[in-house]
């Protein structure tokens, strides 16, 4: 079941009236979990650059779509590499300052994973 989100405010997001004080990746079958982002800080310092390892880790097989939340004013990015591999899964990915990017989650249907910066 898609859970919907609540609201968002710098730091934190809320989901079915849970708070969460971190970045979070809601799976296909609606498990809130927190976001691996040590996968990209590891590579570039950061984790406002989406890598290819926390890329794989992000998708799951049989996902049409995911739809990333880069922040209250829109920081995260992909890397290329991370593109290509979205990409090659023939995964279609929407990235969106994160109070658009929950606006988007809660409007649409299908086989989709979301992730959600909750700073910047």
Not at 32 to 59: F, N
């Amino acid at each position: 079941m898609k859970p919907k989100i609540d609201s968002t405010s710098f730091g934190s997001i809320t989901v079915e009236g849970k708070a969460f004080e971190h970045d979070i990746l809601i799976r296909l079958d609606g498990r809130v979990e927190k976001r691996t982002k040590k996968l990209s800080k590891a590579l570039y310092g950061t984790s406002h650059k989406i890598s290819l390892e926390e890329a794989e880790h992000i998708y799951e097989e049989g996902t049409e779509k995911i739809i990333m939340g880069t922040g209250q004013t829109g920081f995260v990015e992909l890397s290329d590499e991370a593109e290509a591999f979205f990409r090659k899964k023939r995964c279609s990915i929407e990235l969106l300052p994160t109070p658009w990017a929950i606006e988007r989650w809660n409007e649409l249907e299908g086989r989709i994973v979301a992730m959600f910066h909750v700073t910047c």
